[in-house]
């Protein structure tokens, strides 16, 4: 990174929750420091992936992620913003002993299967696996580590766990988290903690007995973790939310920048290209108005960086167009009455199952405070993912109809439930989860330190690069202030 001299201008391109949460942390230095913030954002909201929606009768429906792990330093990050912007008071909140973060569920061989819980399980015939996982975690004490830099998240667990944990469990798991195959993402990127292990300590068990995923949880500085933290460890969350739904943080956080005088946000303003004056000056293009600014931060997916960057930098570009994204279909359903029984999370589907959904969320077993009707059943189908083209030819070709049909047929078959939504919501996200293919953080690194090299004052965050979750963008957001703050 460049060095940020005093009475510094920063541009930020994209206001989903990673530019926000720059801007917000750059909004805390001094006047000294940064005198000016400009945040791009094309579209007329911010937020990014981040959606509510609430219908007629107030219930609330999320058409992006809508909970958020509380566990890790990154965690404790979004719940210090969470703080910063006076949302305290609006959190809502499930703990680890409730059904839903208790019970998950699976899709395979025709039926739903609860996935493992509790120590007595390993112990167990659990299907869809054939046998007990026990045996299968002792003898993981005894594979060796991988000679190779990265490998795909299926190959490694395949390696580690055996065959049926990768094709049932892993699987679907990928699917979850990412909407990609796990045959084709990256270990090191994906999952770097659990990779991190088998490199130091060679066995992810032996680890696990001996308490590093605990200490690893914890935080460095005990004193600086916020008040929401510590009641998020006191009352055992296992994921918490918003009463207004997730996007109230993105809104609130607008709000903030928007009484600091130094912060201008310009929405429905596309940035068309950006180009390295010199070693201390980058200029933006959008709106067919140019700035100049000390540093930039982008935000936006990889593949729409490499189309803004000057053509006289075409490997940068290339690598970072590496860097696909994938297309998910998300469809909210509501049922007027509780027709099925289950308590649990909800379910996700191995891709051996061909199925044309990656999963289904039980929105009646999570957040209560987000539905106005106490004896409705609500759901969210997620579809395509890695799979998408396979399911549905073209994502630009494809009729809502075709996507919504899938879903119903879906939750039909699955959940055996016959009867007619009484309200459907359908949101198409186009490249909005990037995939961290094999060699991922290779590429990144190597991008990285080509701009380090060159000394161009840009800086790279959001979900390209570091991970995918509310909380890995938010924290990438603190960092980057917090290094223009040293610098």
Same mark, same amino acid.
């Given at each position: 990174?460049?060095?940020?001299?005093?009475?510094?201008?920063?541009?930020?391109?994209?206001?989903?929750?990673?530019?926000?949460?720059?801007?917000?942390?750059?909004?805390?230095?001094?006047?000294?420091?940064?005198?000016?913030?400009?945040?791009?954002?094309?579209?007329?909201?911010?937020?990014?992936?981040? &959606?509510?929606?609430?219908?007629?009768?107030?219930?609330?429906?999320?058409?992006?992620?809508?909970?958020?792990?509380?566990?890790?330093?990154?965690?404790? *990050? *979004?719940?210090?913003?969470?703080?910063?912007?006076?949302?305290?008071?609006?959190?809502?909140?499930?703990?680890?002993?409730?059904?839903?973060?208790?019970?998950?569920?699976?899709?395979?061989?025709?039926?739903?299967?609860?996935?493992?819980?509790?120590?007595?399980?390993?112990?167990?015939?659990?299907?869809?696996?054939?046998?007990?996982?026990?045996?299968?975690?002792?003898?993981?004490?005894?594979?060796?580590?991988?000679?190779?830099?990265?490998?795909?998240?299926?190959?490694?667990?395949?390696?580690?766990?055996?065959?049926?944990?990768?094709?049932?469990?892993?699987?679907?798991?990928?699917?979850?988290?990412?909407?990609? @195959?796990?045959?084709?993402?990256?270990?090191?990127?994906?999952?770097?903690?659990?990779?991190?292990?088998?490199?130091?300590?060679?066995?992810?068990?032996?680890?696990?007995?001996?308490?590093?995923?605990?200490?690893?949880?914890?935080?460095?500085?005990?004193?600086?973790?916020?008040?929401?933290?510590?009641?998020?460890?006191?009352?055992?969350?296992?994921?918490?939310?918003?009463?207004?739904?997730?996007?109230?943080?993105?809104?609130?956080?607008? &709000?903030?920048?928007?009484?600091? @005088?130094?912060?201008?946000?310009?929405?429905?303003?596309?940035?068309?290209?950006?180009?390295?004056?010199?070693?201390?000056?980058?200029?933006?293009?959008?709106?067919?108005?140019?700035?100049?600014?000390?540093?930039?931060?982008?935000?936006?997916?990889?593949? *729409?960086?490499?189309?803004?960057?000057?053509?006289?930098?075409?490997?940068?570009?290339?690598?970072?167009?590496?860097?696909?994204?994938?297309?998910?279909?998300?469809?909210?359903?509501?049922?007027?009455?509780?027709?099925?029984?289950?308590?649990?999370?909800?379910?996700?589907?191995?891709?051996?199952?061909?199925?044309?959904?990656?999963?289904?969320?039980?929105?009646?077993?999570?957040?209560?405070?987000?539905?106005?009707?106490?004896? !409705?059943?609500?759901?969210?189908?997620?579809?395509?993912?890695?799979?998408?083209?396979?399911?549905?030819?073209?994502?630009?070709?494809?009729?809502?109809?075709?996507?919504?049909?899938?879903?119903?047929?879906?939750? #039909?078959?699955?959940?055996?439930?016959?009867?007619?939504? *009484?309200?459907?919501?359908?949101?198409?996200?186009?490249?909005?989860?990037?995939?961290?293919?094999?060699?991922?953080?290779?590429?990144?690194?190597?991008?990285?330190? !080509?701009?380090?090299?060159?000394?161009?004052?840009?800086?790279?965050?959001?979900? #390209?690069?570091?991970?995918?979750?509310?909380?890995?963008?938010?924290?990438?957001?603190?960092?980057?202030?917090?290094?223009?703050?040293?610098?």
């Amino acid at each position: 990174m460049s060095v940020i001299t005093v009475m510094a201008s920063v541009g930020i391109i994209g206001g989903g929750i990673s530019g926000l949460s720059a801007a917000h942390y750059l909004s805390k230095l001094s006047a000294t420091k940064v005198k000016k913030i400009i945040l791009y954002e094309a579209s007329d909201r911010l937020g990014g992936w981040i &959606q509510t929606s609430q219908g007629d009768d107030g219930s609330l429906f999320e058409s992006g992620p809508r909970s958020v792990r509380p566990i890790g330093a990154a965690a404790q *990050t *979004t719940l210090s913003l969470v703080e910063d912007v006076g949302l305290s008071d609006q959190v809502i909140s499930i703990p680890r002993s409730h059904s839903a973060a208790k019970n998950r569920l699976i899709y395979a061989n025709g039926q739903l299967h609860f996935l493992p819980n509790q120590l007595a399980d390993l112990f167990k015939v659990k299907a869809p696996l054939t046998s007990r996982l026990f045996p299968r975690l002792l003898a993981e004490v005894f594979v060796g580590k991988s000679g190779e830099e990265d490998e795909s998240v299926d190959s490694f667990f395949r390696r580690r766990l055996g065959d049926e944990v990768a094709d049932y469990y892993v699987n679907s798991m990928c699917h979850g988290i990412f909407a990609g @195959d796990s045959r084709k993402l990256s270990i090191r990127s994906c999952f770097k903690d659990i990779w991190s292990l088998e490199q130091r300590h060679g066995s992810l068990v032996g680890a696990a007995v001996s308490g590093i995923f605990s200490r690893a949880e914890s935080p460095k500085n005990a004193q600086s973790v916020c008040a929401l933290a510590k009641r998020a460890k006191s009352e055992n969350w296992a994921v918490w939310s918003l009463k207004k739904g997730l996007e109230d943080l993105p809104r609130a956080i607008e &709000q903030s920048l928007l009484r600091d @005088d130094r912060i201008e946000i310009r929405k429905g303003t596309s940035v068309s290209a950006i180009s390295f004056v010199n070693q201390s000056s980058v200029q933006v293009t959008a709106g067919g108005k140019s700035d100049d600014f000390r540093h930039v931060i982008s935000s936006v997916y990889a593949g *729409t960086l490499a189309q803004l960057l000057p053509t006289t930098i075409p490997l940068i570009s290339a690598v970072l167009r590496k860097i696909l994204a994938v297309n998910v279909a998300v469809i909210n359903v509501e049922y007027d009455r509780l027709i099925f029984p289950l308590s649990a999370f909800g379910y996700l589907v191995p891709s051996s199952e061909n199925s044309k959904i990656l999963g289904v969320i039980f929105d009646s077993c999570l957040f209560n405070e987000h539905s106005q009707k106490r004896n !409705s059943t609500r759901l969210t189908c997620m579809l395509g993912g890695a799979y998408f083209e396979k399911h549905f030819g073209k994502v630009n070709s494809i009729e809502d109809g075709a996507l919504i049909a899938a879903a119903l047929d879906s939750i #039909s078959e699955h959940l055996k439930i016959q009867q007619k939504p *009484t309200r459907i919501k359908m949101t198409l996200h186009k490249n909005c989860i990037p995939q961290y293919h094999v060699g991922h953080q290779a590429d990144v690194a190597a991008v990285r330190k !080509s701009i380090a090299e060159q000394n161009w004052p840009l800086s790279l965050i959001g979900s #390209s690069y570091d991970g995918v979750s509310i909380n890995d963008c938010v924290h990438g957001g603190k960092m980057v202030a917090d290094k223009i703050k040293n610098d």
